[in-house]
């Protein structure tokens, strides 16, 4: 089965610097990858998708790359904020069985603290 | 987008007992799904709901312990059977988009958190 791997449980930086979190996969390669934010008693929020054939992409002040090769994704929150504080979700698109549709797996997270 | 609103949003409940989620999406949605998150830890899948058969389990999930009713397109329920202190966790109910703007992007409800005591 697929397995999702997310190197940091916890990450604390200074405001203003670039926080980078990793998620690694195993096994067979997702047509997309999803990364999520979580906030304390709320469910998570999409942040952004990136496709297998799409290197980069960028939101604001987030960016993310997807390394086929590597089956890697990289997740970049520049000139972070303490409001940035929050848990962030790794997911990808699994196949359901013999249907042609897919599921959503989860990371398990990394906490990201930024302080003032 | 799509707004999903859960109800009840906490409870605590009785070893033994059995609690029913309900969600209910502001649109109409193929596929929805629900999700458990124990403290501390990422969501794990439970099961896939479509309207109009019966739910897709996931490995270590069965639906006698878990009964899902999907009786139309913008709703679904998720029972807890026989509940134990294992089953404190926080429930969460999902869609994934399916317009073009939004379309494999999953959305979620606040989440009903249960304490089995």
């Known amino acids: 089965s697929q397995k999702i791997e997310q190197n940091s449980e916890a990450l604390n930086i200074q405001e203003g610097k670039t926080a980078t979190l990793t998620c690694n996969y195993t096994n067979y390669s997702p047509a997309y990858l999803q990364w999520y934010r979580q906030d304390p008693g709320r469910g998570p929020v999409f942040l952004l998708l990136i496709r297998e054939n799409e290197k980069e992409k960028r939101k604001e002040r987030l960016k993310v790359t997807f390394d086929t090769t590597l089956k890697q994704s990289l997740f970049h929150i520049t000139a972070s904020q303490p409001a940035d504080s929050a848990t962030y979700l790794c997911a990808l698109d699994a196949p359901m069985g013999s249907s042609s549709a897919s599921k959503i797996i989860f990371g398990s997270g990394t906490r990201l603290s930024i302080r003032p | 987008s799509a707004v999903i609103s859960q109800k009840p949003s906490r409870d605590i409940c009785q070893r033994g007992t059995s609690l029913t989620i309900q969600c209910q999406v502001d649109?109409?949605?193929?596929?929805m799904f629900w999700y458990r998150q124990q403290p501390g830890q990422s969501l794990t899948l439970i099961a896939t709901?479509?309207?109009?058969?019966?739910?897709?389990?996931e490995s270590g999930f069965v639906i006698d312990k878990f009964p899902i009713s999907r009786p139309n397109l913008t709703f679904s329920t998720l029972t807890v059977s026989n509940m134990s202190p294992e089953d404190s966790s926080i429930y969460l109910c999902s869609v994934v988009g399916s317009s073009q703007e939004w379309y494999n992007e999953q959305f979620f409800g606040p989440g009903t958190r249960l304490t089995v005591l």
């Open positions: 709901a479509n309207q109009g058969s019966e739910a897709t389990y």
């Open positions: 649109s109409q949605v193929t596929m």
